[in-house]
Structures are given as C-alpha cells and as structure tokens.
C-alpha cells in the first residue's frame, strides 16, 4: 500500500481471554434482543388469551374475521391442494398434454401423442409415441428443441427427457406363410 491510501481499521479483539468467550452485546444488540423477547412474550400472551376464550365459548367457532375454515372459491381451493400436495409439475405437464398441438404444430401433433409423464425427480421423462417410424426418427430429431420448449412453458428442468415410441404394430399371427426365422410383421416396426 501507498502512505496515502486509507487503511480500514481492523476490528480489536475482546478483551479478557479471547479463547472461546464472545463479547458482551451492547447498544443496538442488546436493544435488538429485548425488543425480540418482548414480541415473544406478547406472542405469547395472546396465544394464551385467544385459547382462553375459544374455550370459554365451548371450543372453535366462526367469527367476523377471516380464517382458514372460511369458503373459498374453486380455484383458490385446487390450488391450495395442488401447492399443498406438491402436485405442481404434475398438473403443469397435464396441461401440456391437453396443449399438445400448441406446443408442438398440428403436423407433429397429428401424429404424435404424449403417452405418460415420469415424476420422479431423477428422471422427469415424457414418452410420446407415433404413429409411424418416419416421425419417431422426426421427433427424436427435434427432442432437444421441443425439451427446451417445454421447460419454457413449464419451468427449468421439469422435463429432461422425452422417449419417443415407434408404432405399435399389428399382433403376430404364427400360421403357415410364416417364413422360417421371421420376426413377422414386427421386422418393419421401432
């Protein structure tokens, strides 16, 4: 340092035994430390209060004010149980399914269709399946785009994945034009 840079103060140590004993509070930290015992104790005396008289009128009753026992309105209730039980994603990927075709275009969506989504927080993967070899290739092409998209809508990294199934393919039928070390019909399929 140059002589004509302030230099800060460093702070002094405690005096007395500056092993393990910490300073007395003085001041503002003691001023801090009633006023937060003194909200403890009213608290406190308010609580005791509020039981006596529910238990004077023979337990909880409704009154003028508004409480948690009050009516509310549908929506404000499904939220309250989607936000209590952690529900959110769930029901956000829900409303992506019924969005498919805003989300992706008609021309994918036409073709392809989210089977089910995986919660589980390790994996949050949604399996889509096609109709068509062509468009699984497709939309495993554009997985990386639509993830994005979806993670946009829905908030980071509630979809990490997407599986994309081929189509199903017809049952298979053992009978006597079966050539022999065929896997039938499902050769063409996934």
């Known amino acids: 340092m140059t002589?004509?840079?302030?230099?800060?103060?460093?702070?002094?140590?405690p005096?007395?035994?500056?092993?393990?004993?910490?300073?007395?509070?003085?001041?503002?930290?003691?001023?801090?430390?009633?006023?937060?015992?003194?909200?403890?104790?009213?608290?406190?005396?308010g609580d005791a209060a509020q039981q006596k008289k529910q238990a004077r009128r023979g337990g909880l009753r409704s009154g003028a004010r508004a409480d948690g026992r009050d009516p509310m309105a549908l929506g404000a209730a499904i939220n309250r149980l989607l936000t209590e039980r952690g529900w959110e994603t769930p029901a956000a990927v829900g409303g992506v399914m019924g969005r498919w075709p805003q989300i992706v275009g008609d021309d994918l969506a036409k073709h392809c269709v989210p089977l089910r989504y995986d919660e589980d927080p390790a994996e949050?993967?949604?399996?889509?399946?096609?109709?068509?070899?062509?468009?699984?290739?497709?939309?495993?092409?554009?997985?990386?785009?639509?993830?994005?998209?979806?993670?946009?809508?829905l908030g980071h990294g509630a979809v990490r994945l997407i599986k994309v199934q081929g189509p199903g393919g017809p049952a298979r039928r053992f009978g006597p034009l079966r050539a022999p070390g065929s896997k039938g019909p499902g050769d063409t399929y996934g």
Not at 133 to 153: F, H, I, M
């Open 3 to 13: 002589e004509n840079t302030p230099r800060i103060p460093e702070p002094s140590a």
């Open 15 to 45: 005096s007395g035994d500056a092993a393990g004993k910490t300073p007395e509070p003085t001041g503002v930290d003691l001023a801090r430390v009633a006023l937060r015992a003194a909200k403890e104790q009213a608290r406190a005396r």
């Open 124 to 153: 949050r993967v949604l399996t889509v399946q096609c109709d068509s070899t062509a468009w699984a290739t497709q939309l495993r092409l554009l997985a990386p785009q639509l993830v994005a998209r979806l993670n946009q809508d």
